[in-house]
C-alpha cells in the first residue's frame, strides 16, 4: 500500500488545496503540520532538503509545492 505523507502549516492555502485534492480523489494521507513542532520541521527538511511547504512524500518520491504541474505529477504517481 501506497504511504502519502504532507508537511503543511495551517494558514498555508497551497497546504489546503493540496488537501483538498487529495481527499477528492480518496487518497488517505498523513498530515504534519511543521508548525506544531521543531520535530516535523527537521523531518522536513531531512526528507526534501528545504523548508518550503507543503511537501508531500509517496512512499520515496518527494513533491514540493502544490500547483498544476505537481498535482499532474501526483496524479500519475498515485494512480488517479
Do not use: N
Given at each position: 500500500?501506497?504511504?502519502?505523507?504532507?508537511?503543511?502549516?495551517?494558514?498555508?492555502?497551497?497546504?489546503?488545496?493540496?488537501?483538498?485534492?487529495?481527499?477528492?480523489?480518496?487518497?488517505?494521507?498523513?498530515?504534519?503540520?511543521?508548525?506544531?513542532?521543531?520535530?516535523?520541521?527537521?523531518?522536513l527538511v531531512k526528507a526534501s532538503?528545504?523548508?518550503?511547504?507543503?511537501?508531500?512524500?509517496?512512499?520515496?518520491?518527494?513533491?514540493?509545492?502544490?500547483?498544476?504541474?505537481?498535482?499532474?505529477?501526483?496524479?500519475r504517481t498515485l494512480g488517479v
Amino acid at each position: 500500500m501506497t504511504k502519502v505523507v504532507i508537511y503543511t502549516a495551517a494558514e498555508c492555502p497551497h497546504s489546503k488545496k493540496l488537501k483538498e485534492f487529495l481527499s477528492g480523489v480518496d487518497i488517505e494521507f498523513e498530515e504534519k503540520c511543521i508548525l506544531t513542532s521543531p520535530e516535523m520541521l527537521e523531518e522536513l527538511v531531512k526528507a526534501s532538503g528545504q523548508r518550503a511547504i507543503p511537501v508531500t512524500a509517496v512512499d520515496d518520491d518527494i513533491f514540493v509545492g502544490f500547483d498544476r504541474r505537481t498535482e499532474r505529477r501526483l496524479k500519475r504517481t498515485l494512480g488517479v
